[in-house]
């Protein structure tokens, strides 16, 4: 078991609060990513948890004990970082045993541990290669096999593929989740890149001026955003000024049905992800703005009322007309910033699911 419980934890440099009372538990063997913009306080946290940075207020726990009595080499955690500090001067058996050494684990046992953690990222037969001799990924590989190989309880991963190009950081992160799983290791990702926190992480952990947003798994993360900083943040969404009444909501020429009285009245903002739109006929009039090709789809830019909108079309679907009708296939409801329901498109009919 490994469990991780942040208890209101809170951390302030210079008058202003890099983590305010956070409240956040890590189940045994989950893959957790920390997400935000720079600046929100997921690295703090992170610092924090491995015993880098001690917090102002609060406690960290693991399986219901406290780590902040422990130094960071006390503590059953190992970290791979963003840059790969690697020793330049060291081959890779080295680097990989360095930890080990410290522990003054038996020779004969350092040999066979850093053997599998090299098996386990991909580099049998490197040992005696030095950092200069690899590629930024393979050198990222020994760095995670350095942190793999002290056997931690916990792993910790601040933003590791940063400076990797796009395809391989795509690849590295998905053999990260499938070490991960392979171990059954507690896992503490951070990074600022949505995509790779929505195809690596159990659940993701969004943040947002030192302050926890949200906490759910990606599927329900990006369906069910509950604050309009995370509809905004995860994936593109198009925000319609609107209005409600009773079970009504109407954004310039759309009109939708709510279940039940929101209890609300005045403006709210009608959020339409653009794979929730579709051209067909009756649709409110659209006027299209221009269309990108970007790849296995199209984004339709369209003006729609006094505001614009991007529109997700199929590759091979032709391109809509100026003045095409604009359907609605799902929308949420924010208020002060808040989900406060879910709309169904009526008047206009919502375009049928494909």
């Not at 990702?189 to 159990?202: G, I, K, M, P, Y």
Request: proline letters at 6%.
């Amino acid at each position: 078991m490994a469990e991780i419980v942040f208890d209101g934890i809170t951390k302030t440099y210079a008058g202003r609060a890099a983590v305010r009372n956070l409240n956040l538990r890590v189940g045994s063997g989950e893959l957790l990513c920390l997400l935000g913009p720079s600046g929100c306080g997921k690295t703090t946290s992170l610092r924090m948890l491995a015993g880098f940075v001690t917090p102002d207020a609060g406690d960290i726990r693991l399986d219901g004990g406290s780590l902040l009595r422990l130094g960071p080499e006390a503590r059953p955690t190992a970290m791979v970082f963003q840059r790969y500090t690697l020793w330049p001067h060291m081959n890779v058996f080295h680097n990989v045993a360095f930890g080990l050494k410290l522990r003054r684990v038996p020779a004969r046992e350092v040999v066979r541990r850093v053997g599998r953690a090299l098996a386990l990222v991909g580099l049998p037969g490197y040992e005696l290669r030095l950092p200069a001799q690899l590629s930024g990924g393979q050198q990222q590989r020994v760095a995670l096999a350095r942190a793999l190989v002290i056997e931690p309880r916990v792993l910790l991963l601040d933003e590791p593929l940063s400076s990797l190009d796009a395809k391989l950081r795509a690849g590295l992160r998905q053999e990260i989740r499938g070490i991960v799983r392979e171990l059954g290791i507690t896992t503490v990702f951070v990074t600022h890149d949505q995509e790779e926190a929505l195809s690596v992480a159990d659940r993701i952990a969004v943040m947002r001026d030192g302050d926890l947003e949200q906490v759910a798994p990606p599927g329900m993360l990006y369906a069910q955003p509950t604050t309009r900083f995370v509809a905004d943040f995860i994936g593109q969404m198009n925000f319609l000024p609107g209005v409600v009444s009773g079970r009504e909501v109407r954004a310039g020429e759309l009109h939708f049905a709510v279940d039940g009285d929101l209890g609300l009245g005045g403006p709210v903002e009608v959020a339409v992800r653009p794979e929730d739109f579709a051209f067909g006929p009756g649709g409110a009039p659209a006027q299209v703005l221009g269309v990108a090709d970007l790849g296995h789809y199209r984004e339709v830019r369209a003006r729609l009322g006094e505001g614009a909108v991007s529109v997700f079309v199929g590759k091979g679907e032709a391109a809509p007309a100026s003045g095409a009708g604009l359907h609605v296939r799902r929308a949420l409801l924010y208020a002060g910033g808040r989900l406060v329901g879910e709309a169904r498109p009526v008047g206009a009919l919502a375009a049928e699911r494909r």
